[in-house]
């Protein structure tokens, strides 16, 4: 049982290190890497759009609550 479960993982490592070795691993990491201070700073500037629309969403919500309130 040992033996058959070391075999697997190091197959498995094996078959790790060969994808990796692929021209398409390689352009994933370095595209990655030039591209993630573009993701992160989208994420940060769409984040704060959504939180933004949202505040307004409730502001107006809350207006009209007090304005339909009094009729």
Same mark, same amino acid.
């Given at each position: !049982?040992?033996?058959?479960?070391?075999?697997?993982?190091?197959?498995?490592?094996?078959?790790?290190?060969?994808? #990796?070795? $692929? @021209?398409? &691993? #390689?352009?994933?990491?370095?595209?990655? $890497? @030039?591209? &993630?201070?573009?993701?992160?700073?989208? $994420?940060?500037?769409?984040?704060? @759009?959504? !939180?933004?629309?949202?505040?307004?969403?409730?502001?107006?919500?809350?207006?009209?609550?007090?304005? &339909?309130?009094?009729?």
């Amino acid at each position: !049982m040992e033996s058959n479960s070391r075999r697997y993982r190091s197959r498995r490592e094996r078959e790790r290190q060969e994808a #990796k070795n $692929t @021209i398409g &691993y #390689k352009v994933w990491v370095v595209m990655f $890497t @030039i591209l &993630y201070p573009f993701i992160a700073i989208f $994420t940060f500037v769409f984040s704060g @759009i959504l !939180m933004a629309f949202s505040a307004l969403s409730r502001a107006v919500v809350y207006l009209l609550g007090k304005v &339909y309130a009094r009729s």
